[in-house]
């Protein structure tokens, strides 16, 4: 057996000093030289017998395993409310020249800016406590790597994993709601309240849904190495309401249209609000629940919770962005065309007075404040100063699809609806 202590041999080339010792004993017990030219060691040896083997460590010298370096640690950081890189670096040991030299090295490293709570921050350290390099994985397919180059400055990089996106086919048939019907054919929460926003300005998703509507989607699926990893836009769909049939293909402007071109868009949005049902609709002769009298209600109160986002439903101007009373924190937002639009009862203001906003841009959060019995928010509609009823005024539609870009998209439209059809088609035969 290998006698000598190794005490004084570094932990990571002990195991290549005990392979050099148990193939030095093999060449003793088994020679590849003709058995004759060892036949006196030979015959002295006795098989299965173990011998001691002499062997001088002290001379032997180690830079000649220079090249088994050890791995250097690699340490995982969940970022925690209220970081920032320079926080992460203090509990990993990290300098604040550290620090100064990463957020340096380059465009993409201002990706570390925006950190956000729950995501992993990747450290490489070496036994000095140098490091060598950094990995933020911001999203499912790209990490910002940020490493040393040739002159040892930090440089970041991103690298992206390529996503393969295939079609996906859903439909439904609602029975006791849109929602219900969604969840019943599959459908995210998001594709389900995307769906409604595609057909929003059209269809009165409140109080216009009825039972044997029906629904038909095409939609993306995003996978990496075959994984599956999200669901993307959705690509065309159809929407059967009392009868009508409304019918959206995406292009590459990232808006709906119809299969003819014409925008599904109008100038402004019915709702204004994710909402979970109408509290109060408009009604000039509304008795009021506060103040116990005949007061007009001149706008929809859509009932929502605490803190959800409403948004502008066209684009214009902040007239009024402030608090009193009666109205709680509220906006008012000057249209075109004599349109303004008032927004009530908000739990905080996103805009100020003055400025510009565009359709779908946030402008407040949901709350219960002035004059209120529960969080809500109160739209009004207004044309020429005369309030009208917002969830049945007629709507100007948005611009159509650019005269430049119709015959292209025309190609795609007949592309969608096609694969639309004979999915519809598919699934009718499989169920009879």
């Known amino acids: 057996m290998i006698t000598k202590s190794f005490k004084n041999i570094p932990k990571p080339h ?36 173990r011998y001691d083997l002499a062997v001088n460590f002290d001379n032997l010298p180690i830079n000649e395993f220079s090249g088994l370096e050890e791995l250097n640690e690699v340490r995982s950081f969940t970022v925690k409310k209220g970081d920032n890189l320079a926080i992460i670096f203090k509990r990993a040991g990290l300098t604040p020249q550290d620090t100064y030299h990463v957020s340096k090295a380059g465009d993409d490293a201002s ?42 400055n930090f440089v970041s990089k991103v690298q992206s994993k390529k996503v393969d996106t295939r079609l996906n086919y859903a439909q439904g048939e609602i029975v006791s709601s849109f929602w219900n019907a969604g969840r019943e054919a599959n459908l995210s929460d998001n594709q389900i309240m995307s769906l409604a926003g595609i057909f929003g300005w ?30 993307g836009n959705i690509v065309a769909a159809q929407f059967v309401n009392q009868g009508d049939s409304y019918t959206a293909v995406r292009y590459t402007d990232g808006n709906y249209y119809t299969a003819e071109g014409r925008s599904m868009r109008k100038s402004f949005l019915r709702a204004p609000v994710n909402f979970r049902y109408i509290s109060s609709n408009f009604n000039p002769k509304r008795f009021h629940p506060i103040q116990k009298r005949v007061r007009p209600h001149n706008g929809t109160d859509y009932r929502a919770s605490t803190g959800t986002p409403v948004v502008a439903s066209g684009d214009g101007k902040v007239t009024h962005s402030a608090y009193n009373k009666y109205n709680g924190n509220y906006v008012f937002i000057q249209h075109p065309n004599g349109i303004v639009t008032k927004y009530l009862h908000f739990s905080k203001r996103k805009v100020k007075k003055g400025q510009r906003v565009k359709q779908g841009q946030v402008i407040g959060l ?6 209120s019995q529960a969080p809500h928010l109160h739209y009004e509609f207004l044309v020429a100063g005369v309030h009208r009823n917002p969830r049945t005024v007629s709507l100007p539609k948005a611009e159509p699809i650019a005269a430049k870009e119709k015959s292209k998209f025309m190609v795609l439209a007949n592309q969608a609806m096609t694969q639309l059809d004979n999915n519809k088609r598919i699934m009718l035969s499989m169920t009879y």
């Open 14 to 49: 002990k195991w290549m000093i005990s392979s050099i010792a148990a193939f030095l004993c093999f060449l003793f017990l088994f020679p590849s030289e003709p058995v004759s030219a060892y036949r006196n060691t030979a015959s002295t040896l006795e098989v299965g017998k």
């Open 111 to 152: 990706k570390l800016l925006r950190m956000k709570p729950g995501q992993n921050l990747d450290l490489e350290i070496d036994k000095s406590g140098k490091l060598i390099s950094l990995k933020y994985p911001y999203s499912t397919t790209d990490t910002l790597v940020i490493e040393h180059d040739a002159n040892d």
């Open 202 to 231: 059209d269809i009165d998703f409140a109080l216009g849904i009825r039972a044997g509507d029906q629904f038909y989607v095409t939609f993306e699926e995003h996978y990496i190495d075959g994984e599956f990893i999200e669901n």
């Open 366 to 371: 949901v709350g219960s404040t002035g004059m």
